[in-house]
């Protein structure tokens, strides 16, 4: 949540939900120390054009970007500069993994049009995108 001086502050956030998430819904198979330590904001303006949902940060290792589309032209319009700022991002923090989450109501289009978006795009073997229901995260308030 923005401040309204530019600030960025945590939300109240459950982490356990948060490493359900992360271990059921993402399959992440990180070691159980990692949970040791979960940052969750939310809000987070990346660029001029793209706010996310909620960024993640698990035990400094695994790098999540959440954002919420409506509708497949978003999902064209965003998903190149979501890739290439959390792979920018993990590499800088010299995170293990960054993993994008797109979440929505339209689980069987917004995948169609990601899936193939996200074939063509440069990365490697540590960015990883998901489609998950809105309803998947709402778990993360208290």
């Known amino acids: 949540m923005e401040t309204g001086f530019g600030i960025m502050v945590a939300m109240d956030y459950d982490k356990e939900n ?3 998430f992360v271990t059921q819904i993402l399959g992440c198979a990180c070691p159980e120390k990692v949970f040791s330590y979960i940052d969750c904001k939310s809000d987070v303006q990346l660029n001029e054009n793209v706010v996310l949902k909620s960024k993640i940060n698990v035990g400094n290792r695994l790098l999540i970007y959440i954002v919420e589309v409506n509708n497949r032209d978003s999902v064209k319009d965003i998903m190149l500069s979501l ?3 959390g792979k920018k991002e993990r590499d800088n ?5 960054f993993r994008l989450v797109l979440a929505t109501d339209n689980l069987d289009e ?3 049009v990601a899936d193939s978006i996200f074939k063509t795009i440069d990365r490697d ?3 990883h995108l998901h489609i998950v229901s809105k309803v998947a995260i709402k778990i993360f308030k208290t």
Do not use: A, C, G, Y
Request: charged fraction near 35%; aromatic fraction near 6%.
């Open 83 to 85: 890739v290439t700022m």
């Open 18 to 20: 948060i490493k359900t």
């Open 125 to 127: 073997e540590r960015v």
């Open 93 to 97: 923090l010299r995170f293990n993994r």
């Open 110 to 112: 917004i995948k169609q």
